[in-house]
């Protein structure tokens, strides 16, 4: 048995909203916005609306069953900024991956106060793909995978503050997942939308994967080159293997969005690591086998998030010991499979579940 809540969300958007409005009105507190903050956010709701309209019904459903002020709501819905720098995400892609097609998996590193909201989405909504997901937000999921074989997995990326109204990030999982079939059309529905948040997403299908590295100033689009793809929370554009052999990690980091903080400049600094750490898979993969592009298997990349050097499962054990920060848990998703499998706890400490949508 999973040692996380599992729960099947099922019907129209606005039954599901209903529901989830119910679940949140004694869960969630939202903070009280100011009139210009509501109308940021009513132009973000319109930008959300005008790609996919389901999105509004699953707003009036949540606003009905929770009874949140509804332009409180709406601020916290289309418009809230936040982003904190942790998650390693790769992806080994054919001809790199071995038998069965695409791996992706991830470390999801988070506050540890947020352990108690983890939990597993079974999601139905009536005319649109099932997805499973998993996450500790109280709508937005993290990771996802369809019945369809298209994954969508998150990174975020340090903000840069939109001034234009634009679409929220799990608004944009939602909509990818609900409408996109395939690594292409996901990647072609995350380029052409006005972004609110810095977020990598990395989209995967059973063939291919791609991260789409997005903020408020566009997006660009990194596909997996020789299979292989990640994405950590610093923006490394369409081709890191240049930047990475060129560039010295105090360049890169001061090529940056300008961050605020020590704090963020560290933060920065071990995501470069954690790339790095991660793109050595994909170069031993070729160096092990001359002639023959070696096959990275699950048990390749679990052993990179399982890393406690670099460290990529972080938390502990770690020379970064922070007392409120860790990974929070780490999943494998085969596209393929139609299916992800979770471990709520360090990447090194593997109790797996198995989800799917069907
Ligand atoms: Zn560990």
């Not at 097609?101 to 079974?122: K, P």
């Not at 920065?268 to 298997?297: F, I, P």
Request: net charge neutral; aromatic share 8%.
């Amino acid at each position: 048995m999973p040692n996380f809540p599992i729960r099947t969300y099922e019907g129209s958007h606005r039954e599901i909203g209903l529901r989830r409005g119910k679940e949140l009105s004694a869960t969630l507190r939202v903070p009280p916005a100011s009139g210009a903050r509501k109308a940021f956010a009513a132009a973000c709701m319109e930008r959300a609306s005008e790609l996919h309209p389901p999105l509004i019904d699953l707003f009036d459903g949540m606003i009905e069953g929770s009874g949140f002020d509804r332009g409180d709501f709406m601020v916290m819905f289309f418009a809230r900024q936040q982003s904190m720098l942790g998650c390693t995400v790769i992806a080994a892609a054919p001809p790199l991956s071995a038998a069965g097609g695409t791996i992706v998996a991830r470390n999801y590193d988070w506050f540890t106060a947020d352990r108690e909201w983890r939990e597993a989405r079974i999601l139905r909504p009536r005319g649109f793909p099932a997805c499973a997901a998993f996450t500790h937000h109280w709508w937005g999921n993290p990771d996802v995978v369809t019945e369809n074989g298209l994954c969508v997995f998150v990174a975020s990326l340090m903000p840069k503050i939109a001034e234009e109204p634009g679409i929220q990030w799990n608004l944009l999982v939602d909509a990818a997942v609900e409408r996109c079939a395939s690594t292409a059309e996901a990647v072609a529905l995350l380029s052409a939308a006005p972004h609110l948040r810095s977020m990598n997403y990395l989209v995967a299908d059973s063939g291919s994967a791609a991260v789409v590295e997005a903020s408020a100033a566009g997006t660009k689009v990194r596909w997996a080159k020789d299979g292989f793809c990640a994405a950590t929370n610093i923006a490394l554009g369409e081709n890191p293997e240049r930047i990475l052999r060129a560039e010295s990690d105090d360049k890169i980091l001061a090529s940056q969005v300008p961050f605020r903080s020590v704090h963020s400049a560290a933060g920065m600094r071990r995501a470069l690591k954690r790339y790095r750490r991660a793109a050595r898979l994909a170069t031993n993969a070729s160096a092990t086998d001359a002639g023959d592009l070696g096959k990275v298997t699950e048990d390749d990349i679990l052993r990179v998030l399982q890393d406690h050097d670099v460290p990529v499962c972080c938390g502990h054990a770690s020379p970064y010991i922070e007392f409120n920060w860790a990974t929070i848990w780490t999943s494998v998703c085969r596209p393929a499979e139609r299916a992800m499998k979770v471990s709520a706890d360090f990447a090194c400490r593997p109790d797996f579940a198995t989800l799917r949508g069907m």
